[in-house]
């Protein structure tokens, strides 16, 4: 397809379980950014890659929480140890950013991951 | 650090009025703000990206206005309709890093 697909798009899990949510970007781009959204909530900042490069991971709220990218294009967000608090839809997006210095950086997201922890 | 904030959080109008939809940001320093639509449990679908050096932009019944200096752009749904109902975000990029959101506003337009 052409646009960005998540899987699975939902999932529950019991708490103390480990869950991975995987995102497929646009092909071809370059900069890939995760978002946890919760109920009623805007979407907030988890993670950022360019490329391979997990770049800034400043949002992610728990060294629970783990993301990569290591060939450059399907990305995983690990969740260890599953919490009540961590029940959200889990956002990717992804942009051309980083290779064409005049594009004014269009995220392009998918259809999310809705995370139920029980 | 950049904030967003979206008012009203939620409104509800009848068929065939238009409305405006707000939101301010703290930070004027922006590259592009974007507006977007999500329908309940679905992902968020773009539907207006003004860049920095523009006023307004446009797409069908919608108009999007952006005021850099006061901090402002404003989502304008012309002649509403009930498939306009869904929650309309607010999104400003600050230059190649992560977007920063409002909360939204939810909209119902009744039939």
């Known amino acids: 397809g052409a646009g960005v697909s998540q899987s699975p798009r939902y999932k529950v899990a019991k708490r103390g379980q480990d869950v991975a949510l995987r995102c497929d970007p646009i092909?071809?781009?370059?900069?890939l950014f995760w978002y946890q959204q919760a109920l009623g909530q805007g979407p907030e900042f988890l993670t950022y890659?360019?490329?391979?490069?997990?770049?800034?991971k400043s949002g992610l709220p728990s060294d629970r929480f783990f993301a990569e990218r290591p060939e450059g294009s399907v990305s995983t967000l690990k969740i260890q140890r599953t919490q009540q608090e961590d029940s959200a839809v889990y956002l990717c997006?992804?942009?051309?950013?980083?290779?064409?210095?005049?594009?004014?950086?269009?995220?392009?997201f998918g259809p999310g991951t809705r995370l139920t922890v029980l | 650090k950049q904030e967003v904030t979206q008012i009203p959080a939620a409104l509800s109008v009848p068929e065939g009025e238009n409305l405006v939809l707000n939101c301010s940001f703290t930070?004027?320093?922006?590259?592009?703000l974007q507006w977007f639509r999500q329908d309940p449990g679905k992902g968020l679908t773009s539907l207006l990206l003004?860049?920095?050096?523009?006023r307004e932009q446009t797409s069908g019944r919608l108009n999007a206005s952006l005021d850099k200096s006061s901090g402002r752009s404003t989502l304008y749904i012309a002649a509403s309709q009930p498939g306009d109902s869904a929650t309309y975000l607010c999104?400003?990029?600050?230059?190649?890093?992560?977007?920063?959101f409002g909360k939204g506003t939810r909209l119902s337009v009744i039939a």
């Open positions: 997006a992804s942009s051309t950013a980083g290779t064409d210095p005049t594009y004014y950086n269009e995220q392009f």
């Open positions: 890659f360019q490329n391979e490069a997990q770049l800034d």
């Open positions: 003004i860049q920095s050096s523009q």
């Open positions: 930070d004027s320093a922006i590259y592009n």
């Open positions: 092909s071809g781009h370059v900069s």
């Open positions: 999104a400003v990029d600050s230059g190649n890093t992560p977007l920063v």
